[in-house]
């Protein structure tokens, strides 16, 4: 037993200003790299529009257009036009000069147009690695010849270190490379990475002892082992996989390009068919002139879905992006997808569903002690505990009974600090022997003294128990005075984001290490699905494993290294960027806030990247019905003059027709970019409700918008003359 300082815990609080001038240097320069981390640029901003109106003429070269087959064809249908209209300036036209020049002006801006998408979504996600780029330096590192902070140290530079050196890090210096604290405490500013100004604690064992190369440590010392080499610690991973430099198709993005390709063919297939039935026929019948090549080029690009073909890729870059900007790294498209698949979310009880920190909320007397008495004792046996729950305690009985500045230097009392094989702590005071901790620690504690242990105490903790709360036994001497109440307080308003989960058909499950009676109170508080109590890593991975096998995508979040298991099964596995190296590297994405409930919010984002998928998609289909009516009649009216009835959009003439189609098929592109970016408005429904939506929303607006457009955009050419 060790006699501690004694104080009055009200005035003990941990200090973490440092108040000198370099202190105060330190803090603007936190607060400069906050708000440079945390600049989000508008869609139009002119950082993000110059470079990709540059970007735009750059993939113009075929190998990057070949990615992108729908818009391959159009590039290819340009290059075409772009032949006839050299074939007749030289005065062999099979069209109009003016005409053919007009058509593949628009082919051309419609290629230019989807790059632009593509590089606008790019853009965003370099501006985001470039902010990055700069939080990565090459520091000065404190070398140890021994794995002990007395060891002895030369000065290295970071690009020189390796995996496995240990290395001292003081207040002041910053974590050159990523690694795992092995020895001591520090507070930590992780600012320039998460863009969190409040300092964060991390210490050896346990798992917040992993530190990331680029934050700063702001008071007291820490020994580090290095996980990484240099090139690939966590920054440089970040940076490559926010770039896209290793992004993938999604298996959903494979399929969708698969059937826009089967689209594109058959069209392809049906246009290539017309120019033989329109030459026969004009030969056959000895009126009227065959359709141009160009019209059928023209005719081909209408009819095959460019809208959504021209946006795919941005809406997978913009979807990573927006995950960026929730503070989430995603290791690929994949994942982020998943999460818009999910059917199961895990959630750690503490912290996620929970505030994390128990607080007392009641004193419990036992029979014949008055709760002024318990929670006096309680008031005592807490004042050397700094935990949370310690000073809740403390606090507690001031407000209940003004119990506070206690006079215990004449008392002479000899604090005793909880350990793991007591799971007691307390207070030798005025020859009380003053203890609190758990009921089986309290019972042995007073049976050892020859004492019986009451028998009213066990239904008093189950009680507590039933209302999700955790007893904590107070005893003086032999005597058992009462139960301290201790609740783990569920966060506000996440029921209802439950319930919004639960509507979206995902059921959410708890995970936690209470007692199946303790868990079940809090998960009815709170309102998930399920629960699983006395959880353990094998416990985890059989009800991932269970749900998976019934053809279930499943979510969960972790931080330990116990956790590695479960986050490595699971399709979308969040790790917090405070846990441990294991965690993060069996993750497929990591929570930089290190925030539980953050697992929501990346489900939304999942979802939302789909929905933008889908409600593009179905407009991009739709929207094809109108354009067929519209170059249809006019592409073959000069063969089969019949066709005149179906133009019902009364459209001026054959060439009017047919170039504004061309036109609005190329500027509807620019109109949906800001959509295909940001992302459709989200909501939390069903499956069928959400398809009703985008069959009512984008389906009909697809078949609605393209008539009036087209007719707006005929009306202008006929007012300008240019037709």
């Not at 996620?352 to 002024?372: C, D, H, K, S, W």
């Not at 019986?452 to 005075?481: I, K, N």
């Not at 089969?640 to 190329?666: D, E, H, K, R």
């Amino acid at each position: 037993m060790t006699k501690l300082p004694l104080f009055d815990p009200e005035l003990a609080r941990p200090a973490l200003v440092d108040t000198t001038e370099s202190g105060k240097a330190l803090t603007a320069r936190t607060m400069q790299g906050k708000t440079m981390s945390n600049k989000k640029l508008s869609l139009l901003d002119p950082a993000l529009v110059k470079p990709a109106l540059v970007d735009s003429f750059k993939k113009l070269a075929p190998q990057v257009q070949w990615r992108n087959p729908v818009m391959f064809v159009v590039y290819l249908g340009a290059i075409l036009t772009t032949l006839l209209l050299g074939q007749a300036l030289i005065g062999q036209g099979e069209a109009p000069t003016s005409f053919i020049a007009a058509i593949a002006l628009w082919l051309w801006f419609t290629v230019l147009f989807a790059n632009f998408a593509e590089a606008l979504a790019e853009g965003r996600s370099k501006a985001q690695a470039a902010s990055l780029r700069d939080t990565k330096k090459n520091v000065l590192a404190k070398k140890l010849k021994l794995a002990t902070h007395t060891a002895g140290y030369e000065v290295t530079d970071s690009a020189s270190l390796k995996k496995g050196d240990v290395l001292l890090v003081e207040a002041g210096d910053v974590v050159p490379l990523d690694g795992e604290v092995i020895e001591g405490v520090a507070s930590v500013d992780e600012s320039a990475i998460t863009g969190e100004s409040a300092p964060v604690i991390r210490e050896s064992g346990g798992d917040f002892s992993a530190v990331t190369g680029g934050t700063r440590v702001l008071s007291d010392w820490i020994v580090v082992r290095v996980t990484v080499n240099p090139g690939e610690a966590f920054l440089d991973r970040m940076i490559a996989m926010v770039e896209g430099a290793k992004r993938q198709k999604t298996p959903n993005e494979i399929a969708l390009t698969i059937l826009l390709v089967a689209l594109t063919i058959v069209f392809l297939v049906v246009t290539a068919t017309l120019l033989p039935f329109s030459l026969f026929s004009v030969a056959a019948s000895g009126a009227g002139s065959p359709v141009s090549i160009t019209v059928l080029v023209a005719l081909l690009v209408c009819l095959i879905p460019t809208t959504i073909g021209a946006l795919l890729s941005a809406i997978g870059v913009a979807g990573m992006s927006r995950m960026l900007g929730a503070n989430v790294i995603a290791t690929s498209g994949r994942a982020v997808e998943a999460a818009g698949d999910v059917d199961v979310l895990l959630l750690d009880k503490t912290g996620t569903i929970t505030l994390g920190n128990r607080q007392a909320v009641r004193f419990l007397p036992a029979a014949g002690v008055g709760e002024q008495e318990l929670a006096d004792a309680a008031q005592l046996a807490s004042l050397a505990d700094e935990t949370p729950e310690g000073r809740s305690v403390v606090v507690l009985a001031k407000q209940r009974f003004n119990l506070r500045e206690r006079q215990l230097q004449s008392h002479e009392a000899e604090f005793i600090a909880f350990s793991a094989q007591t799971r007691m702590s307390g207070v030798n005071y005025d020859g009380r022997q003053i203890r609190k901790g758990a009921m089986d620690a309290i019972r042995r504690h007073v049976e050892a003294q020859g004492a019986r242990f009451p028998e009213g105490m066990q239904a008093l903790a189950d009680e507590v128990a039933r209302r999700g709360a955790t007893p904590l036994l107070v005893s003086s001497d032999e005597r058992v005075l009462g139960v301290i109440e201790l609740k783990d307080i569920v966060k506000g308003g996440i029921k209802e984001r439950f319930a919004e989960l639960r509507g979206m058909g995902i059921k959410t499950v708890m995970i936690t290490g209470d007692n199946p009676l303790t868990a079940a109170a809090i998960a009815a508080e709170a309102g998930v699905d399920d629960f699983l109590a006395e959880a353990t890593p094998e416990a985890k991975l059989a009800l991932i494993r269970q749900h998976q096998n019934e053809g279930k995508l499943v979510a969960m979040t972790g931080d330990g290294t116990n956790d590695a298991p479960a986050l490595a099964q699971a399709d979308v596995a969040v790790a917090m960027n405070t846990g441990t190296q294991a965690a993060k590297e069996a993750g497929n994405m990591v929570d930089l806030d290190s925030n539980p409930t953050k697992l929501i919010e990346i489900v939304e984002i999942g979802k939302q990247m789909l929905m933008t998928r889908g409600a593009l998609t179905t407009f991009s289909v739709s929207n094809d019905v109108a354009k067929y009516f519209a170059i249809i009649p006019a592409a073959f009216a000069s063969t089969y003059p019949q066709l005149n009835m179906l133009n019902v959009m009364g459209l001026a003439t054959p060439a009017s027709a047919i170039l504004s189609a061309v036109i609005f098929n190329a500027i509807i592109i620019v109109f949906l970019i800001p959509l295909a970016l940001r992302g459709v408005h989200y909501r939390a429904q069903g499956a069928a409700q959400l398809l009703r939506t985008n069959l009512l929303v984008y389906g009909l607006g697809g078949l609605i918008v393209p008539f009036i457009g087209i007719k707006l955009i005929d009306l202008l050419l006929v007012a300008l003359g240019l037709v």
